[in-house]
């Protein structure tokens, strides 16, 4: 079992939804990370969080160490932002989580 | 101006040779990194060097060895190479040297088949 897990695995949505994607880790961690992989294989990191809430655009990021549990949420979605969305929890190096494939549709 | 950028972007070569994969970075960044993405998309950390100096080295076969030049370049060299080596392999970078605190900024990726 990988100890970070992220669900659901995959998703579509009409564009303008609310998406909110979840990762739950097992261990304690340090920091956490949500990262873009574009469907050309791109990887971009979105955020880096130890606590509470960050925002970046319509993209939002939130953990909650004390639960081990972080979520991404994007608003009014876009078919732009049709990617695979990965966690990865800080221990001693980072652990990622197994992704979540995001579809967008217009 | 590409912050990280490997070469080359596809590698097709043949099971027992051996190959190189060039990473650089213009972001004045202390740690590198290397990662492999496997056919399911799962990555992992292959290594981490902070200033030159190897960090990390998880659990890879010996036939992959990464050299540090400079705190700017970190290539991997990967000896006899094996059907299961096939992945795409990513460069990141990062300026703090804990692997992690800080954000990470990742190469276009390296698409390696052996055949």
């Known amino acids: 079992k990988n100890e970070v897990e992220q669900s659901p695995q995959n998703l579509t949505a009409q564009e303008g939804e609310f998406i909110t994607i979840n990762c739950s880790y097992s261990?304690?961690?340090?920091?956490l990370h949500w990262l873009q992989q574009h469907p050309g294989g791109g990887i971009v990191s979105l955020f880096m969080?130890?606590?509470g809430k960050k925002k970046h655009g319509r993209l939002i990021a939130t953990i909650n160490i004390q639960e081990k549990h972080s979520s991404l949420h994007i608003t009014a979605s876009h078919p732009r932002d049709s990617a695979v969305y990965i966690c990865?929890?800080?221990?001693?190096?980072?652990?990622f989580g197994t992704g979540t494939r995001l579809q967008v549709f217009p | 101006d590409t912050a990280v950028s490997q070469t080359p972007k596809y590698l097709v070569t043949q099971m027992g040779n051996d190959k190189s994969i060039k990473c650089e970075q213009n972001l004045g960044h202390d740690t590198m990194y290397w990662y492999k993405q496997d056919s399911k998309k799962f990555l992992k950390i292959m290594f981490s060097y902070n200033n030159k100096e190897l960090i990390i080295n998880e659990t890879v076969p010996n036939r992959f060895s990464p050299k540090s030049p400079d705190k700017a370049h970190l290539n991997l060299h990967i000896n006899s190479l094996e059907l299961g080596d096939s992945a795409v392999y990513f460069c990141?970078?990062?300026?703090?040297?804990?692997?992690?605190?800080?954000?990470?900024?990742f190469g276009p990726g390296t698409r390696l088949l052996v055949l």
């Open positions: 990141a970078s990062s300026q703090d040297g804990t692997g992690g605190q800080e954000t990470q900024y």
């Open positions: 969080l130890s606590s």
């Open positions: 261990v304690g961690i340090s920091a």
């Open positions: 990865a929890a800080l221990l001693d190096k980072l652990i």
